[in-house]
């Protein structure tokens, strides 16, 4: 099960994560996400865990938990959605005089 974590202080690591949801059961993965140009963490993170039901037990004991001074927010993570910017409308419409 993937798990969102929100609201994280800027120095939580992948490790503290993990140590987090360790407490509760098995961690296939956890990272915080960072920038891709600073490298500073952007306050949210995901973690993995294979049991549905140990991922269930650490959602419910660590959403409002505090981990390094600062209060997490815990959820089941959604699927990602498809972002839809400038350049990116796969419906484009067709270029040509403007007919006003």
Do not use: C, H
């Not at 993965?29 to 963490?41: L, P």
């Amino acid at each position: 099960m993937n798990i969102y974590v929100g609201n994280l202080s800027r120095d939580v690591t992948d490790q503290d994560l993990r140590q987090a949801f360790e407490a509760y059961g098995q961690v296939t993965s956890a990272t915080v996400i960072r920038d891709r140009f600073s490298g500073e963490s952007r306050g949210f993170g995901f973690v993995e865990m294979p049991s549905r039901e140990e991922a269930q037990a650490a959602i419910a004991a660590l959403n409002g938990a505090s981990l390094k001074g600062q209060s997490i927010r815990v959820s089941e993570a959604r699927p990602r959605t498809e972002r839809r910017g400038p350049g990116r409308d796969r419906e484009r419409r067709p270029r040509g005089p403007r007919s006003w």
